[in-house]
């Protein structure tokens, strides 16, 4: 009989705020916010924090060859398969205090409040901290998660570079967080997610609930444009090779091909770099990613095509030779109905406004749904502003989400009397 919990159980919202406060002082950003970029040494003293709080409430370290950290709390059955609850640490460079930061420490939130209940569970609960998620300092994003799904090898994720040549490989070492276990040995018997929304719906609307049914699908389309490098004052404008302006058509056509779709398509440029970057030299070569998403499949990979078509015939027609590479992808998800079920039933329970919706971000539960039933949980964040530093939530909402994350992870690991 599948015990469910009571309206009366929640957690306790100002430990868990207090927590978020404490973790936001590790990799301060400029202007409020954070930057505790993946395998930095802000990183690594975010894990030590987030180790040092697990262990305090009882829970054991595994780490596997990516750096992922799995905090295990025990249950009552050593052959029952562990409820995992994860997100990231890691932050954009100028990220906000709670994208990622909110599911793990909401993750630790669940077990300190079991703790301080005596609750005990048929499986085991694992708190998740997964390496890389942002994919700002070494694309893909989710790279962990990825290959810990299979997604991507262990090889190709130890090459990855970031913008000074360092790789991952190399970092994880670095940083000392290179853990033995084999990645994507662990089996789960279910995945909960819980983060902020980085949209503007749920504040909108006024309510508290995300309950997260759908991921929209992603591509991450890589450019590389070659020109002529030449100077800015006496190249004649007929005589131009010129990769800037075959970039600033493409940008232009990324709009266009997305305003096509709507609704439900997004698309857009955010990082570009010229080379050599100098303010009096045409560019010799752009390289720029393209982020492209949408929650249908058909539109995803008709988007793509459009865009690589049209952008080969601007640079056609430059004379700017155009490479490609898809450097991040994933379908769109459909989360587990019955898992997203548990969630929508707990908001009730607890009386909490909610409603379904498809989340815009990628998240590691994306991957994760690969290997195990998962769901995500969102609660609104402040005029939709995430990958900011003014990013902000409330604490009542941060707890609100934590209350409907405990209820739907204790239904799933079976409170055992
Ligand atoms: O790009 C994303 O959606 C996530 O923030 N990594
Ligand atoms: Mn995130
Ligand atoms: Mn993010």
Redesign the pocket.
Known sequence: MTLRPGANLTIDGQRLWESLMDMALIGPGVAGGNNRQTLTDADAAGRRLFQRWCEEAGMTMAVDRMGTMFMTRPGTDPQALPVYIGSHLDT?PTGGRF?GVLGVLAGLEVVRRMNDLGLQTRHPIVVTNWTN???ARFAP??LASGVFAGVHSLDYAYSRKDPEGKSFGEELQRIGWQGEEEVGARRMHAYFEYHIE?GPVLEAENRQIGVVTHCQG?WWLEFTLTGRQAHTGSTPMARRINAGLAFARIVELVQSVAMAEQPDAVAGVGQVFFSPNSRNVLPGSVVFTI?LRTPSQEKLDRMRARIEAQATEICAALGVDCAVEAIAHFDPVTFDPVLTGRVREAAERLGYSHRDMVS????DACWAAKAAPATMIFCPCVEGIS?NEAEEISPEWAAAGCDVLLHAVLETAIVVQ
């Open positions: 954009q994208d998620e942002e994919g994003a989710m980085q992603l982020d815009g971000a990628g998240h990958h």
